[in-house]
Antibody, heavy 118, light 110 residues
Framework: EVQLVESGGGLVQPGGSLRLSCAASGFTFSSYWMSWVRQVPGKGLEWVANIKEDGSEIYYVDSVKGRFTISRDNAKNALYLQMNSLRADDTAVYYC???????????WGQGILVTVSS | QSVLTQPPSASGTPGQRVTISCSGSSSNIGSNYVYWYQQLPGTAPKLLIYRNNQRPSGVPDRFSGSKSGTSASLAISGLRSEDEADYYCAAWDDRLRGVVFGGGTKLTVL
């Protein structure tokens, strides 16, 4: 069974940094594209970034380019999202997700809340 | 404003058939697969339909997807109370180089 467990969320001040982690199990992590998707509470879904199996291709939504960095450690079955220069509008539940390929999402973690506020 | 356009709400009575539309453009739905997700209240989204019309194992055949040109639809037949949820469509966008979602449709079972 595919399991994705996020950690590292919490309250951070505007301009601050936070690193999200996702522990993956139940599948061969190194064989799949992985993604981060976020959702402002009560609002819709927004794709944030994805990364190829070997990390050689990465895509970001325009609103986080230059501030967020997605990475992975296939030896540890872990996905990361380094978030810098955080803004109030980054406040959301962040989901770790496994993809079929670069263009899709098949499985979701339970999500973790990031709150950017002073 | 979402790149893919969905109606904000839909409703039906138990046993009815309802459809939810998703409208896009040539750079997303027109040239890539469409995916549908169901999000029950307070839970993470779940894949409902992949590659336009394929159902993952465990998804009832009451759920079906279709695509034509730059639009797609999710149909739910034999509506049940447990189908009350938010539904999202998604596709890759070749111009934006990213996954784009619809704004979501809240389905109410009357």
């Amino acid at each position: 069974e595919v399991q994705l467990v996020e950690s590292g969320g919490g309250l951070v001040q505007p301009g601050g940094s936070l690193r999200l982690s996702c522990a993956a199990s139940g599948f061969t992590f190194s064989s799949y594209w992985m993604s981060w998707v976020r959702q402002v509470p009560g609002k819709g879904l927004e794709w944030v970034a994805n990364i190829k199996e070997d990390g050689s291709e990465i895509y970001y939504v325009d609103s986080v380019k230059g501030r967020f960095t997605i990475s992975r450690d296939n030896a540890k079955n872990a996905l990361y999202l380094q978030m810098n220069s955080l803004r109030a509008d980054d406040t959301a539940v962040y989901y770790c997700a496994r993809s079929f390929d670069y263009s899709s999402i098949s499985h979701w973690g339970q999500g973790i809340l990031v709150t950017v506020s002073s | 404003q979402s790149v893919l356009t969905q109606p904000p709400s839909a409703s039906g009575t138990p046993g009815q058939r309802v459809t939810i539309s998703c409208s896009g453009s040539s750079s997303n739905i027109g040239s890539n697969y469409v995916y549908w997700y169901q999000q029950l209240p307070g839970t993470a989204p779940k894949l409902l339909i992949y590659r336009n019309n394929q159902r993952p194992s465990g998804v009832p055949d009451r759920f079906s997807g279709s695509k034509s040109g730059t639009s797609a639809s999710l149909a739910i037949s034999g509506l049940r109370s447990e189908d009350e949820a938010d539904y999202y469509c998604a596709a890759w966008d070749d111009r934006l180089r990213g996954v784009v979602f619809g704004g979501g449709t809240k389905l109410t079972v009357l």
